[in-house]
């Protein structure tokens, strides 16, 4: 099987839906639930996951692996984030009960997007180089391993406890306004002065795709 295609069969375990080719960003529509949406982005960063670890133990070039990994540490990710910090968080903040104890998670997943933002900076250019034909180095490898193994972690916070918390706290109208701003939020490029615009530019991404 080429390792661009990779198939799971069956239910996914996270929302009970069945999956066809590996994953992609989810394309977005304003009439969709914001929360599944989530759930479809989060089984495309498991997958970023296995692809870093891929990258972390290979001993051959592999830049279209690369190329795919930089493409989404730099555009998909960075919306994600964006997404949960600004859309998401805030509104669970407002609905959320006493006895969901939310604000410690929140803190813990804040704190865990800061430091996947910094890791990401390190492995930008050495990424770009990668999908080049490049190996990576030693310490590109650790990084890496790193980022895939916190990313693991993250994911399953956030599946198990707070996209159902969301699920049950936010209102139509919170989902609403929060899928219109996912949507609009996809629709921008990198700051043209970032090493992430830089890299994405060279390997002819210059901007995020259109949404269905």
Sequence with gaps: MPED?????GLDRDTGSIRGARAAPPRL????CPI?????????????CADMDLLAATTLPRPERAKR????????LPAHLK???QGLFPRLRVRALPEDDLEPMLAWLARE???????RALLVLALACMADGALPAPEDREALRHLAASGRRHLIVE?????PLARLRLTAEDKRALMAEMCASRALA???DTPCAWALARIGILAPEENA
Excluded: G, M, S
């Design 190 to 192: 990198p700051d043209p």
């Design 5 to 9: 295609i990779q198939k799971t069969n």
């Design 83 to 85: 997404e949960e910090e």
């Design 69 to 76: 990994v930089l493409i989404n540490l730099c555009r998909d």
């Design 36 to 48: 599944e949406a989530l759930y479809e982005e989060h089984f495309n960063q498991r997958q970023l």
């Design 29 to 32: 529509r304003t009439d969709e």
């Design 159 to 163: 599946n198990a406890i707070l996209l």
């Design 113 to 119: 997007h800061e430091a996947a933002q910094q890791a």
